[in-house]
Nanobody, 124 residues
Framework: VQLQASGGGLVQAGDSLRLSCVFS????????MLWFRQAPGKEREFVAG????????SYADSVKGRFTISRDNRKNTVYLQMNSLKPEDTAIYYC??????????????????WGQGTLVTVSS
C-alpha cells in the first residue's frame, strides 16, 4: 500500500495550489480520504476529508470557503484545491485513509495509512 502526495511548493499569499494524493495497493473507493497538515512547532491538524461513498465532505473552519477536497476513483486520487492561500497555511500536508469513513476526523489510531507529506510554503 502506498500513498504518494504531491503538488506542494512555494507560493505567495493569495495564490492557489492543488495537492494530489495517489493511493495504490488496495481498493481506493472503500476508503474515506483526509488531508492533515503540520506547521513547524505545532501539532498535526485536520484540514479536509471526503467520504468513501457519496463524496460527503468535511472541512476545518480555518479553510472553509478556500479549500476544496475531491476524489477521482478512476485515478485512485484525492485532490485538495487550495485558493486564497495565507501564510498561516504554511505546513507539511499529509493525506490519510479511513476505511469506510465519513470524511470526518476520527481518533488518530483509526487511520489506516498515511502519505509522506508535501510541503506548502506561503510567503506574505
Amino acid at each position: 500500500v502506498q500513498l504518494q502526495a504531491s503538488g506542494g511548493g512555494l507560493v505567495q499569499a493569495g495564490d492557489s495550489l492543488r495537492l494530489s494524493c495517489v493511493f495504490s495497493g488496495l481498493t481506493f473507493n472503500r476508503y474515506a480520504m483526509l488531508w492533515f497538515r503540520q506547521a513547524p512547532g505545532k501539532e498535526r491538524e485536520f484540514v479536509a476529508g471526503i467520504s468513501w461513498r457519496l463524496s460527503g465532505t468535511s472541512y476545518a473552519d480555518s479553510v472553509k470557503g478556500r479549500f476544496t477536497i475531491s476524489r477521482d476513483n478512476r485515478k485512485n486520487t484525492v485532490y485538495l484545491q487550495m485558493n486564497s492561500l495565507k501564510p498561516e497555511d504554511t505546513a507539511i500536508y499529509y493525506c490519510a485513509t479511513d476505511k469506510y469513513g465519513s470524511g470526518e476526523p476520527v481518533a488518530a489510531d483509526e487511520y489506516d495509512y498515511w502519505g509522506q507529506g508535501t510541503l506548502v510554503t506561503v510567503s506574505s
